[in-house]
């Protein structure tokens, strides 16, 4: 048997494309033949490194975990690792990495340009516009503000969140933040309070058995009247029926959402036909930039798997050496 690591790679990429950038690495590279659950099933037999699926098409749950006896390593080419079953991974003893940090700007741009969007109905008075209009009057009744000393409470003080608040502090706007972790810098609040002073709320908060559901009716309905949701967290955080009977009711003067609960989002879903929602397919993080970001810290992680050092970024608290099993 080869003394080459065995490196399953999952990003829908194109195995040309994933062989340019794994093969060098030093590992025996392989893509599944198809990209069903059975491909994935029989890849996985022999399978030690696995570079995950970001989309979740290709997830690693308890049943793939269960098929993966040699697995030693998951990398997620991600922040967010809601794709996978954390939990499942752990108990068989495999480390998990994300690559935390490697979009905190990218999102964070997102969730400003978007409150900006919101605040100055860009996209509304864009798409008056392109039917042939002229909303000059009507663009300004709609409630036209200047960002500068809004108050933003930032749901999430991780990589994306504090940049999101520093960036919405230089434009003047008095942020404060709530976290399940509280931080030493920053206005602090419980996030009953948050909600309750918030002209815009920024939800930056993963995926966790904590989160979801955790902008529920109940939390919403504490924002003031008229208030704006930008959402770069994950789908379920803000419910979707939730956010929309929020918008309906008048509350929420308007949402920028890039995260929904089904994604792709549906067809006929009614966001796609609200006035007051700015979509995103879940690209906030999609610059250039971040995805360079991204694949360095893969790669470098890979690298350092095979080569026999410590990997970055585990987030279930194993040891971070990686060893074959």
């Known amino acids: 048997m080869s003394d080459r690591w065995r490196l399953l790679a999952l990003p829908p990429l194109g195995a040309e494309l994933i062989h340019h950038v794994f093969d060098p690495l030093g ?10 659950r059975d491909a994935l099933h029989a890849e996985l037999a022999d399978a030690e490194l696995v570079v995950g699926d970001f989309t979740g098409e290709l997830t690693i749950d308890a049943t793939a975990v269960a098929a993966a006896p040699h697995l030693a390593f998951v990398q997620m080419p991600s922040v967010g690792v809601d794709a996978i079953d954390v939990d499942a991974l752990t108990a068989a003893g495999v480390p998990v990495a994300n690559t935390a940090g490697a979009n905190a700007r990218s999102v964070a741009e997102w969730a400003l340009s978007a409150a900006l969007d919101l605040s100055r109905q860009l996209s509304w008075a864009d798409r008056r516009m392109r039917e042939g209009g002229w909303p000059q009057l009507e663009a300004a009744a709609r409630g036209s503000d200047e960002l500068a000393n809004r108050r933003v409470g930032v749901l999430g003080m991780g990589a994306i969140g504090t940049e999101a608040a520093r960036l919405f502090e230089a434009l003047g706007c008095q942020v404060a933040y709530w976290s399940r972790r509280r931080r030493d810098t920053g206005v602090y609040k419980e996030i009953d309070d948050l909600l309750a002073g ?12 904590e989160t979801v559901g955790l902008l529920d009716s109940r939390r919403l309905a504490l924002l003031p009247a008229g208030a704006f949701l930008v959402n770069v967290a994950r789908g379920g955080v803000a419910p979707d029926a939730d956010v929309l009977a929020a918008l309906e009711s008048g509350r929420l003067a308007g949402a920028a959402l890039d995260v929904f609960e089904d994604e792709p989002l549906p067809a006929d879903h009614p966001f796609r036909r609200h006035e007051n929602v700015l979509l995103s397919p879940h690209a906030a993080g999609s610059t250039r930039q971040s995805q360079l970001n991204i694949i360095t810290a893969v790669i470098d992680n890979i690298r350092a798997a095979v080569d026999g050092r410590p990997v970055a970024n585990v987030v279930n608290g194993l040891d971070p050496l990686i060893r074959r099993r």
């Open 27 to 36: 590992a025996d590279v392989a893509v599944p033949a198809e990209r069903t």
């Open 198 to 209: 918030s002209d815009i709320a920024v939800v930056c908060l993963p995926r966790t058995r």
